[in-house]
């Protein structure tokens, strides 16, 4: 081939390459809540009540909040205490999560949290989720030992474990339509 082609031809392979293999960007993991607007999970109403304004509070408050906690970040105890005061500024109900990156049941949950599926949007509502990594940070926690995961703990307005606990063996396959109905009664005492 002549030196014209490939001046022409090496940018287009070049170009081609971009659009076919494009640069991706990371993900950083961050302490940042994430949150989903109230209005875009707000409960179902009863037809036959009229429809009543939400106050300030409730409008400014979000539906629920999910943080990963790392170690990088501080011990356990001072970061559970620091989201409790959150919590309770907010009015959600506290809890924590034991999870790891290896375990189906917990990779099952993280997909339905990352997609908004809205059977988890529902049963996460008025909720502030804490998610921990058991590998990190260990199965044996003052108040939060476990043999199996993913495991919840509900926690009191000062981050202390109440003792109500629930795991993985509480539903049977990892898709949605199992896992989050559990979660949602879980979260909302009506286990």
Partial sequence: MSKKYWIVLVPLLILS??????????????????????????????????ASAPTEAQADRPAHVVIRLYRADGSLEEQIAEHAQ???????????????????????????????????????????LLRADADDWGWDNPGLSFEAIPVYFKLDENGQPTGDIIDGDAWGENIPENFAPVLDAFFHGQE
């Fill in 17 to 50: 390459c971009n659009f076919l293999f494009p640069a991706r960007t990371p993900v950083v993991p961050t302490t940042q809540p994430a949150t989903i607007p109230p209005s875009a999970t707000a409960p179902m109403t009863d037809p036959t009540e009229p």
């Fill in 86 to 128: 959150k919590a309770r500024d907010l009015g959600l109900a506290l809890f924590i999560e034991f999870d790891a990156t290896w375990c189906p049941p917990c990779q099952a949950i993280e997909e339905s949290l990352e997609q908004g599926n809205p059977l988890m949007m529902e049963a996460i509502q008025g909720v502030y």
